[in-house]
């Protein structure tokens, strides 16, 4: 089992910033971590969970079109953890934010879920 722990979570002023770590333990099978895909979602009250950034074990990433220019994901596979460095912070960033590491075998896919950091912007 791979177990996910977020922090760096809090309040934070409109437009300020935060910086999001995950730190993951415990690779499956002897899998190392630089081999997962990893991602952050968040959720707000009364909404669905969305991605809102994502990194794959190559290095590629993609951003929800709402924090393109203003959030940055990084992974130190040294250290086992991924960032999530979010600047320019508005109100409706407001939300529980999730990191989430998959990967593939044989065509199937196995997500891991941390439990998650609240990040509160007031204006």
């Known amino acids: 089992q791979v177990q996910l722990v977020e922090s760096g979570g809090g309040l934070v002023q409109l437009g300020g910033s935060l910086r999001l770590s995950c730190a993951a333990s415990?690779?499956?099978?002897?899998?190392?971590?630089?081999?997962?895909?990893m991602s952050w979602y968040r959720q707000a009250p009364g909404k669905e969970r969305e991605m809102v950034a994502a990194i794959t074990s190559g290095g590629s990433t993609d951003y929800a079109d709402s924090v393109k220019g203003r959030f940055t994901i990084s992974r130190d596979n040294a250290k086992n953890t991924v960032y999530l460095q979010m600047n320019s912070l508005k109100p409706e960033d407001t939300a529980v934010y999730y990191c989430?590491?998959?990967?593939?075998?044989?065509?199937?896919?196995?997500?891991?879920w941390g439990q998650g950091t609240q990040v509160t912007v007031s204006s």
């Open positions: 989430k590491g998959r990967y593939v075998f044989r065509g199937v896919k196995y997500d891991y």
């Open positions: 415990g690779a499956a099978s002897g899998l190392s971590f630089n081999r997962y895909d």
